[in-house]
């Protein structure tokens, strides 16, 4: 039986995935990408003709990446840093339950920390894939040490 911490992980990282998917696929489906970017102008995002298409792509691909536990860590600590871009840039200063409010960026930053921090859970590709390192080691040496012995 598995362990209860693993299909935790894997339940947020699956919820977490369709999340970023479906704001990324509404930051790029405004037709072209100018809206956005004079939003990100807006709201001082600094180079936003760079940050703009880059943030949709990132929560696209990021969040299908993370659906599928692919590179999960190395995505969630992606998504993190978008989350907390979010949250200095837009949200700061807003009530918490507001339109725009702190609520759901700060959801999604500290599920993505805890993807970063205790792994994508048991069922992801990266636990077929033991080949895909992140920050300097791979996954095969993390699930060894998890097997037990007999």
């Not at 990132?58 to 993370?66: A, P």
């Not at 507001?98 to 500290?110: D, F, N, V």
Request: proline share 7%; charged share 15%; with cysteine.
């Amino acid at each position: 039986m598995a362990r209860q911490p693993e299909i935790g992980l894997a339940l947020l990282r699956l919820v977490l995935g369709v999340v970023f998917v479906a704001h990324g696929i509404q930051k790029i489906t405004w037709g072209d990408l100018s809206p956005l970017v004079e939003q990100f102008r807006a709201w001082d995002v600094p180079y936003p003709l760079l940050t703009a298409p880059l943030v949709a792509t990132i929560e696209t691909v990021g969040g299908v990446l993370l659906f599928l536990g692919l590179a999960a860590r190395t995505v969630a600590f992606l998504l993190s840093c978008i989350m907390f871009g979010a949250i200095w840039y837009v949200h700061w200063g807003r009530t918490f339950f507001a339109p725009a409010g702190l609520e759901l960026p700060l959801l999604l930053l500290g599920g993505s920390l805890a993807i970063m921090f205790g792994g994508p859970g048991i069922p992801s590709m990266d636990r077929v894939n033991y080949r895909i390192p992140y920050f300097g080691r791979t996954t095969t040496r993390v699930y060894e040490e998890e097997r037990p012995r007999l």
